[in-house]
């Protein structure tokens, strides 16, 4: 009986067992049916990854050499960057600087504009007064013409002198430096001693050069320079008496021989190296000959020793100071000739 137990409960195990079986088997064959799409979708998978592996190490290379690329790119658009930002700053420093020059230059072209003006005024301004000292000189030549007649006929009448007319005439001689007198003359003295002595005109051709000491003349330079001027005169308008005695001058009037007259340098023209006539002041502040000067110019369009060119329209000034200096010094040296 125990072992009929046992193989009850053997078969029924086995029963169990196979029912189980059956179950198992039927999630068996649906396992298998899996299986077999499992391989077969594993065996697409198969057939598909070595081709994406291989796409995927291309695309990996591509990915790699783009990166590089870009990496490249991206340094040289760095570089390209600093670059540009120092092309920036440069060209704002070049722009501050260009606003800076351009305000600079408006600013000169404004004062160029106004010493332009000014130069057309000045120029306008010189050319009117050149018109005018021409004017002047023109009238001044008239007058000293007019009163060199008058004065010619004042002195042919010197034998009708009196006392006024004689210090009128040592007055008129000194005041045009033909008369060049010491310091300590006084011409009040030499009229209170010649009204004293009674001289008048006719006296003048009696009068020696000593005696000129009596009216005052104490100097022997005086004395000498004043008988010169009165036997000059004399002999000049020697007048209607024919009777009067000529008082010769011991030194003939003549300049002392074997010593040459030193002409004094600013009485040259720096062109010419001859004593000027016509002395003119040119745009470089210095005087010439007026026709030196202008020669001059025409030909090398500037002054001598002066750098500023010259376009020929600089009016020329007269140098009425040095001239009448220069037509003492030819009057009182007869023997120098102007011009040379």
């Known amino acids: 009986s125990l072992l009929y137990l046992s193989y009850r409960d053997c078969m029924k195990l086995l029963q169990e067992q196979e029912q189980r079986t059956e179950d198992v088997m039927t999630h068996c064959i649906d396992l298998n049916e899996e ?3 499992l391989k077969s979708i594993i065996k697409i998978y198969n057939d598909d990854v070595p081709s994406t592996k291989h796409k995927y190490d291309e695309l990996c290379q591509e990915y790699s050499s783009l990166k590089q690329q870009r990496e ?4 040289k658009v760095k570089n390209m960057v600093i670059e540009i930002n120092k092309l920036i700053k440069e060209e704002n420093e070049t722009n501050n600087e260009k606003c800076v020059t351009l ?5 000169l072209r404004m004062e160029l504009d106004k010493y332009t003006q000014l130069l057309s005024e000045s120029r306008e301004l010189t050319n009117k007064y050149s018109l005018f000292e021409d004017g002047v000189e023109e009238k001044t030549a ?13 002195e042919e009448g010197w034998s009708k002198w009196d006392i006024n007319g004689i210090i009128c005439w040592l007055k008129y001689l ?26 008048k005109g006719t006296s003048l051709n009696e009068i020696g050069r000593n005696e000129l000491k009596d009216y005052g003349f104490n100097t022997f330079d005086d004395r000498v320079q004043t008988y010169k001027l009165i036997r000059a005169l004399v002999e000049k308008y020697p007048g209607p008496i024919q009777e009067w005695k000529l008082v010769s001058d011991p030194t003939g009037g003549k300049p002392e021989e074997g010593k040459p007259t030193i002409i004094p340098e600013q009485y040259k023209c720096p062109i010419s190296g001859d ?9 470089d502040n210095k005087t010439y000959e007026k026709d030196n000067i202008i020669e001059y110019i025409k030909k090398h369009k500037r002054a001598p020793d002066c750098e500023h060119e010259c376009d020929g ?26 011009g040379e």
């Open 174 to 199: 000194i005041h045009n430096n033909r008369l060049r007198l010491s310091k300590g003359f006084d011409l009040k003295i030499v009229e209170q001693k010649m009204t004293e002595e009674g001289i």
């Open 275 to 283: 004593i000027m006539i016509n002395p003119v002041v040119a745009y």
């Open 72 to 75: 490249h790119l991206q340094d």
């Open 35 to 37: 299986t077999k799409n």
């Open 313 to 338: 329209n600089e009016p020329l000034f007269k140098n009425r100071q040095l001239k009448i200096k220069i037509e003492q010094f030819l009057w009182a040296n007869p023997s120098v000739k102007g």
């Open 103 to 107: 305000n600079k230059f408006n600013l």
């Open 142 to 154: 008239e007058l000293n013409k007019y009163f060199k007649q008058k004065w010619d006929l004042h």
